[in-house]
Every structure is written in structure tokens, then in C-alpha cells.
């Protein structure tokens, strides 16, 4: 028979408070380890990296996220290199989490695999399900994005501040508005825009 933790990795239908004991550790040690993460200082650098790499499942080698951070198990969550969020970000991981590298978050960015019954009765019982979410290589969420469960965003998206993505976003666009939709496609003429801007800045650098 599976385990509640096996279910709810698995994106099936369990039970929270079965007293799993495994679970139940996991869940603890999350809280530990955000109690610790959460308290250090600007100076910490090191151990924060450390922190990191002990509480989340899978990381690069470079990566940086503002406290406070908050999640429910931390080992569910995967990073690629360069991982960069932002202040308050949130990240409730009953199932995967996985990002990949030079993705970066805005402030107060929430990543929701959490879900529950619609059915009230069955809610109100306690069972619990979830959704792994999945987000691309280069990514960039805005201040206050929210991503609901099940979803998946494409690399090198742009998500507009304050969406709430409740779909699969396509790679190579840009989204917007709740529920977030496609605005439109990202260019050549946007990276010939940008390369421009970027040159004219290592330009006056240089002197």
C-alpha cells in the first residue's frame, strides 16, 4: 500500500492528517530549516547557499533566494543555476516543483501545486490533492504572480506582474492579466532592441 507521501508526490488523493509519520518528519524539518533560513542575516551569504542546497531537493550551484521564503516540504522543489526569487516568495510543494536555470521571480511570486475537492463535504474532510508545476529555463515572473496547480510555463517567457496562471504557457511569449493569457510572441526585433540597449551600457562602462 502506498504511502500518504507516495500519494501526494504522485498527485493522488491523501490524507494530510493521517499521522504518516514520514510525513510528518519531512514536514517538521521544512519548518526547521525555513525558521533558519529565514533569520539570517545579509551577511550569511554561505550559509544560506548551504541552507539551500540542504532543504530543497535539487539546486545549481548558484543560487539566491530573498528572505523570508516559505514552503511546505522544500524537498519537492527542484532549481537550475542561477535561480534568483525575490522577497516573500512562496512555493507549496506536495508535488514537484521544477525550475529550471537563469529563471528569476519578482517579489511575492507563489508557486500553488496545493489542491483541494471541490465537493465541500469531501474538503472539509481533510483529504487533500495536487499538481506539479514545471517552469522553463530564462524565465522571468513578475511581482505577485501566482501559479495554480498542473501548470507549465515554456523558456524564455515573460509573465506580467500580478497574472494569475491557471494554464500552460507556451515558450517564447508573453503573458499577462487573470486568468493570464498570451499578449503576444517575443521577437527578433525585441532581442535586436535589447542587444542595442545592452551595448550602448558596456559602451559608457568602458568609457
Known amino acids: 500500500m502506498k504511502t500518504q507521501r507516495e500519494?501526494?508526490?504522485?498527485g493522488e488523493i491523501y490524507y494530510p492528517g493521517s499521522?504518516?509519520?514520514?510525513?510528518?518528519?519531512?514536514?517538521?524539518?521544512?519548518?526547521r530549516l525555513m525558521r533558519e533560513y529565514n533569520q539570517t542575516s545579509e551577511l550569511d551569504g554561505k550559509k544560506r547557499t548551504q541552507l539551500l542546497k540542504k532543504w530543497l531537493g535539487k539546486t545549481g550551484d548558484k543560487i539566491y533566494i530573498e528572505p523570508n521564503f516559505k514552503c511546505d516540504?522544500?524537498?519537492?522543489?527542484s532549481v537550475g543555476e542561477k535561480f534568483y526569487a525575490n522577497f516573500d516568495c512562496i512555493m507549496l510543494d506536495v508535488c514537484p516543483i521544477t525550475?529550471?536555470?537563469y529563471t528569476m521571480f519578482g517579489p511575492r511570486v507563489s508557486l500553488l501545486t496545493a489542491?483541494?475537492?471541490?465537493?465541500?463535504?469531501i474538503?472539509?474532510?481533510?483529504?487533500?490533492?495536487?499538481?506539479?508545476?514545471?517552469?522553463?529555463?530564462q524565465v522571468w515572473l513578475g511581482g505577485g504572480v501566482i501559479v495554480n496547480p498542473g501548470v507549465t510555463i515554456g523558456d524564455n517567457c515573460v509573465i506580467g506582474s500580478g497574472s494569475v496562471v491557471t494554464k500552460d504557457i507556451p515558450a517564447n511569449?508573453?503573458?499577462?492579466?487573470?486568468?493570464?493569457?498570451?499578449i503576444r510572441d517575443?521577437?527578433?526585433?525585441?532581442?535586436?532592441?535589447?542587444?542595442?540597449?545592452?551595448?550602448?551600457?558596456?559602451?559608457?562602462?568602458?568609457g
Not at 489542491?115 to 463535504?121: C, F, R, T, V
Not at 474538503?123 to 529555463?137: A, V
Not at 511569449?173 to 498570451?182: D, F, M, S
Open 115 to 121: 489542491s483541494h475537492p471541490i465537493d465541500a463535504d
Open 173 to 182: 511569449t508573453i503573458a499577462a492579466g487573470n486568468p493570464c493569457r498570451v
Open 7 to 10: 500519494r501526494m508526490i504522485n
Open 186 to 206: 517575443i521577437t527578433e526585433e525585441d532581442k535586436k532592441y535589447w542587444e542595442e540597449k545592452a551595448q550602448i551600457y558596456w559602451n559608457e562602462v568602458k
Open 19 to 31: 499521522g504518516d509519520s514520514e510525513l510528518r518528519h519531512l514536514f517538521m524539518e521544512s519548518r
Open 123 to 137: 474538503r472539509t474532510s481533510g483529504l487533500e490533492i495536487g499538481s506539479p508545476i514545471k517552469i522553463g529555463n
Open 99 to 101: 525550475i529550471g536555470d
Open 73 to 77: 516540504y522544500g524537498s519537492n522543489i
